[in-house]
């Protein structure tokens, strides 16, 4: 034995996850696929982690200064937090995958390597997941934003439908009488209240998803005005 330790290669990775998409992970791994597997054994987050580009390197510590540009850049980026009295640096990021990425670009580009960046495009299960987490983080949205009438152009006085199909309610009509609140049986209701009330359901629901203005449903229509 000489003594002397191989260099091995690895790959700067960017990853993403569904479960906190304002984030991307940047980090070093010999093999990504064992990386990937570490992480996603953890059952405390709700979807797994899926690599959204490579980028080969022969070195370690590239990653570490890939993180040093990025700090450089904006130190606001970087998920940094306090702890039991200990500071906490993580290799996550508050930035979109696609700025990753071009930081990666650029940097290959520079040293003449832009055959050793690989884009990993997402499977159907991943694209799948995605839009789950989206339909999830819009709901939750939702449910802490009580919807505004007024911003969403529906007047007092106007009628809401309630509908859900095979409800012997749907098709019923109620007066909005303020911004927030519909006439049922001579008393203001929110439109929450009244959707479980109609449904018959125990639980708390989202009312904007079971009513329409002009044949539009208010979850829609507060989309498309962005309210």
Request: glycine fraction near 6%.
């Amino acid at each position: 034995m000489t003594g002397r330790t191989e260099k091995k290669g690895g790959v700067i990775y960017i990853l993403t996850n569904p479960s906190f998409p304002e984030y991307v992970k940047i980090g070093y791994a010999d093999d990504i696929k064992k990386r990937l597997k570490q992480l996603n054994r953890s059952e405390c987050i709700p979807f797994a982690f899926r690599v959204y580009a490579t980028y080969e390197v022969t070195s370690r510590l590239s990653d570490l200064k890939l993180h040093s540009i990025i700090d450089k850049l904006n130190p606001n980026l970087r998920s940094i937090e306090t702890f039991d009295g200990k500071q906490r640096i993580r290799e996550f990021y508050a930035m979109n995958p696609e700025d990753a990425y071009s930081i990666l670009s650029a940097i290959a580009e520079i040293n003449n390597c832009e055959d050793k960046l690989h884009r990993v495009l997402p499977n159907a299960d991943e694209i799948e997941d995605e839009k789950t987490a989206e339909e999830i983080e819009s709901e939750n949205r939702e449910r802490k934003s009580p919807i505004d009438l007024g911003l969403c152009e529906i007047p007092v006085g106007a009628e809401l439908e309630f509908y859900n199909i095979g409800n012997p309610n749907s098709g019923r009509r109620f007066r909005v009488i303020d911004n927030h609140k519909v006439e049922y049986e001579g008393k203001p209701w929110s439109l929450s209240a009244l959707a479980a009330k109609l449904l018959g359901s125990k639980w708390s629901v989202q009312g904007p998803s079971y009513f329409k203005y002009d044949g539009e449903l208010l979850t829609d229509r507060r989309e498309r005005l962005g309210v």
